[in-house]
């Protein structure tokens, strides 16, 4: 299966900075079908991206996404105090699934 | 707008089953995919089983195979979960969606004895 690893676990910004997160494949992932989702504590996950770069519908244009092959990330171009949560990249190209194991984004 | 709404809490011992559901509204079952996904106390997000409209089959992720199964029924358009067998290890937090977009509010599973 293919193993999504986050980078950093926790990144500490203050409301109007520029937060990057990165997500990491182990195998290549087809089609750039990589997906970021946004979660907050006792919610479902909130999608943000797929296809890699491709904002979802009702998605703020803060929040980008870029990569391909192995090497993704997700780019929150000024933090809104509603954007401090955790974050979740996930391959959906092949079976079975994977998500990464979390980014939290909290207030510094 | 597509709604997907699954049942309450459970509590099971272990070597028990549960049976979770999802209801869809909004859109008919039969044009949505459907997959389930699980998220354990502090860990990550982990893919159960899916199925993908386009392809008509489901798969199930190699850890659950055996010991997961889809199903749903139309009539009341309504997804079913059941995971048998159960151990501490699968309490967790049962979310059913569509496979990126509209997720269920999920349903809390406590395994213990």
């Known amino acids: 299966e293919i193993v999504l690893t986050q980078s950093p676990g926790t990144l500490s910004l203050s409301p109007g900075e520029r937060a990057t997160l990165s997500c990491r494949a182990s195998?290549?992932?087809?089609?750039?079908?990589l997906a970021w989702y946004q979660q907050k504590p006792g919610q479902a996950p909130r999608l943000l991206i797929y296809?890699?770069?491709n904002r979802a519908t009702g998605i703020p244009d803060r929040f980008g996404g870029s990569g391909s092959g192995t090497d993704f990330t997700l780019t929150i171009s000024r933090l809104e105090p509603e954007d401090f949560a955790v974050y979740y990249c996930q391959q959906y190209g092949r079976s079975p699934w994977t998500f990464g194991q979390g980014t939290k984004v909290d207030i510094k | 707008q597509i709604q997907l709404i699954q049942s309450g809490a459970e509590v099971k011992k272990p070597g028990a089953s549960v049976k979770v559901s999802c209801r869809f509204s909004g859109y008919t079952l039969t044009e949505l995919s459907i997959h389930w996904v699980r998220q354990a106390p502090g860990k990550r997000l982990e893919w159960m089983a899916g199925?993908?409209?386009?392809?008509?089959?489901?798969i199930y992720a190699p850890k659950f195979q055996g010991r997961v199964t889809m199903t749903d029924d139309t009539s009341t358009n309504t997804a079913y979960m059941e995971l048998r067998s159960l151990r501490s290890e699968d309490t967790a937090i049962y979310y059913c969606?569509?496979?990126?977009?509209?997720w269920g509010q999920g349903t809390l599973v406590t395994v213990s004895s």
């Open positions: 199925f993908e409209r386009e392809d008509g089959e489901i």
């Open positions: 969606t569509t496979g990126l977009d509209y």
């Open positions: 195998q290549s992932v087809s089609s750039s079908y």
């Open positions: 296809g890699a770069s």
